[in-house]
Structures are given as structure tokens and as C-alpha cells.
């Protein structure tokens, strides 16, 4: 059994930053991806951002520049550190890894970008 956590989502005003974190936990033998989706209400949900096992890194073209996706492979955690935030960019983001060889998804934490 593989468990994803996340933590940092909040309310914060337009032009801030917020930093969500993901851990995995559970019989882990090896994650090759992690990444972060969200989902705004009405709307279907999107790729944020992944990263491999070593380091390689796709960003949706809305966030590019200002979101940087990062891991540390030992705590089995994904970050994603988010600057200049806007409205838009208002959605539970959901945590995503690719964990022995199986998908799994945390259960969401809310960002609110007030203008």
C-alpha cells in the first residue's frame, strides 16, 4: 500500500508565493515520476508539472517561470514552489507518482489566489 500526503496549500493574494509538498510512504520500491495536477471548479483537471528519477522536468506553458517543480529522492517528497501566483491559478492541486510501476494520487490540497 502506497499513501501520497500533501501539505501547503492556502489562501493568498495575487502576486505571492506558496510551497506544496508531497510524501510518499508505503512499501516504495522504486518512483520513477512525481508531479503535481490540479483541478479548478467546472474544469477538467491539468498537468502542473513532473519530474523524473533524475532530475528531468515538464512544466504546463501557464506556470512556466514561475512554478519550479523539485524532489528529494530520499524522503520520497515532491515540491512545488509557486511565485507571482494569480487568481487563474486557483484549483486543488493534486500530488501524482508513478510508484512500482503503479499510478497513485494524493487527495488534494486547495490553493485560493485572491486578487
Known amino acids: 500500500q502506497v499513501q501520497l500526503v500533501e501539505s501547503g496549500g492556502n489562501l493568498v493574494q495575487a502576486g505571492g508565493s506558496l510551497r506544496l509538498s508531497c510524501a510518499a510512504s508505503?512499501?516504495?520500491?522504486?518512483?520513477?515520476?512525481m508531479g503535481w495536477y490540479r483541478q479548478a471548479p467546472g474544469k477538467q483537471r491539468e498537468l502542473v508539472a513532473t519530474?523524473?528519477?533524475?532530475?528531468?522536468?515538464i512544466y504546463a506553458d501557464s506556470v512556466k517561470g514561475r512554478f519550479t517543480i523539485s524532489r528529494d529522492n530520499v524522503k520520497n517528497t515532491v515540491f512545488l514552489q509557486m511565485t507571482s501566483l494569480k487568481p487563474e491559478d486557483t484549483a486543488v492541486y493534486y500530488c501524482?507518482?508513478?510508484?512500482?510501476?503503479?499510478?497513485?494520487w494524493g487527495q488534494g490540497t486547495q490553493v485560493t489566489v485572491s486578487s
Open positions: 501524482n507518482a508513478l510508484v512500482n510501476y503503479n499510478n497513485y
Open positions: 508505503g512499501s516504495i520500491f522504486s518512483i520513477r515520476a
Open positions: 519530474i523524473t528519477s533524475i532530475g528531468s522536468t
